[in-house]
């Protein structure tokens, strides 16, 4: 019995009275502690685990993303830049073949205009030029007729207008 | 108490004592004795650190959940990496029991307390209960293969039988030892700690060398619970390692 244990020399331990009880008593706690572990505590300390392991799993993955995109849309930027530099380089280029088209027109239309306006001219100075050889001529025979009469020389009027014409083809001999 | 009663007269096996606590002598099988005061103490202290602790499933836990998920990660890599992957399936097993030695070690240490684990009969069924389970289980696993683990093949012929011999002595007195370090090492520090105590009853003026030594040894033991519930669970890994992979 426990009691007998009690003497100063006696071991506790090895009182086997106790054993059944104490036997019992550790089979009950350690079911009830199995029950609570396995029922309760170590699925949710699990489950707590392993979520944790997929939001930081998961937060690595956005971040990878995150930085993949932001590496895409640099790209994106630089090409688009690019993009829009030789855009600006064609169309100037564009405009300016369209500016130099239209000056070349303009120039040739301006060259024509020039010419025909010069062909006018030189006409119009030929048919002055024309106008005044003759009115000399007319001038060259009244006054050779005026001379003559004053001279008291009788001529005939056609014989005059040969002589003046004469004279004033070879004019320069 | 011994204290009380002045002198020398220390007896330090008296905290060892199973009583019951509602009067009487008679411990029987169902009596309800200090044993079952503190061993409902240990289910509960575990029910507050593992259930209560972690009500919160923090993502970014609190005090009291680190220690759950400490204690929960600490035992699963342990059983990982002692007794293989294929170990982790007994994991609720092997916390049981961690759970209970540690806490009933830890419960044992408060003054006037009773240490269930220092008490042979509590450490036997313990240490017994994983030499019967990881026998059967080597044996359903592995069927007659499991005695290649007596079997040294790695040693020369002539040495294997003597080997054989001395690897199935071993393998018997596992649970004597595996039980008997645990109930040693907690019997004798706590009978120790009261040697000390009734010095300090008895040297009246210079009561504090002892209760210096009292001191030391109680941060000594308190160290002592922790790693003998750690010894006891990684033989238990060990064990089962050798009932999973019987070969050397």
Request: net charge negative.
């Amino acid at each position: 019995m426990a009691a007998d244990a009690n003497d100063a020399v006696g071991m506790p331990q090895l009182d086997f009275a106790t054993f059944p009880n104490q036997i019992f008593w550790l089979v009950v706690t350690l079911v009830v502690i199995y029950m609570i572990l396995s029922r309760v505590a170590l699925p949710r300390i699990g489950s707590i685990l392993a979520e944790r392991a997929g939001t930081i799993t998961a937060d690595i993955d956005a971040a990878e993303t995150y930085k993949r995109q932001a590496t895409e849309a640099e790209a994106a930027y630089h090409k688009a830049l690019d993009d829009a530099r030789a855009q600006a380089h064609r169309i100037v280029e564009e405009m300016r073949a369209d500016i130099q088209a239209d000056l070349d027109v303009a120039i040739a239309k301006a060259d024509a205009e020039i010419a025909a306006r010069t062909a006018e001219s030189e006409r119009r100075i030929a048919e002055i030029r024309d106008s005044a050889s003759a009115a000399v001529a007319e001038v060259a025979r009244d006054t050779a007729q005026e001379i003559l009469t004053v001279f008291g020389v009788e001529a005939e009027q056609k014989a005059i207008a040969d002589t003046v014409s004469a004279r004033m083809k070879g004019g320069a001999a | 108490m011994a204290e009380a009663n002045g002198g020398l007269n220390i007896r330090p096996m008296d905290q060892f004592r199973v009583e019951p606590l509602f009067g009487g002598d008679y411990v029987g099988m169902f009596t309800i004795t200090n044993v079952t005061l503190w061993m409902a103490l240990t289910v509960l202290a575990v029910t507050l650190i593992m259930v209560v602790g972690a009500r919160g499933r923090a993502l970014v836990p609190t005090r009291s959940q680190s220690v759950a998920e400490v204690a929960y990660s600490f035992i699963y890599r342990m059983i990982e990496d002692v007794a293989g992957r294929d170990g982790v399936r007994f994991f609720p097993y092997i916390m049981t029991l961690f759970m209970f030695v540690l806490f009933a070690n830890l419960l044992g240490l408060i003054p006037w307390a009773f240490t269930t684990t220092s008490h042979i009969a509590v450490t036997a069924v313990l240490a017994l209960a994983v030499f019967i389970t990881v026998t059967v289980l080597g044996f359903v696993l592995n069927g007659a293969a499991f005695l290649r683990l007596f079997w040294v093949d790695s040693a020369p012929l002539a040495l294997r039988p003597i080997l054989a011999l001395i690897e199935l002595i071993s393998y018997f007195v596992r649970p004597v030892s595996h039980s008997i370090r645990l109930a040693g090492a907690m019997m004798a520090g706590h009978a120790v700690a009261k040697v000390f105590a009734g010095f300090a009853a008895a040297l009246g003026a210079a009561f504090f060398i002892p209760v210096l030594a009292v001191t030391a040894l109680y941060a000594l033991e308190l160290l002592v619970a922790v790693i003998q519930a750690y010894v006891f669970t990684i033989l238990t890994c060990v064990y089962l390692k050798d009932a999973l992979h019987p070969h050397h």
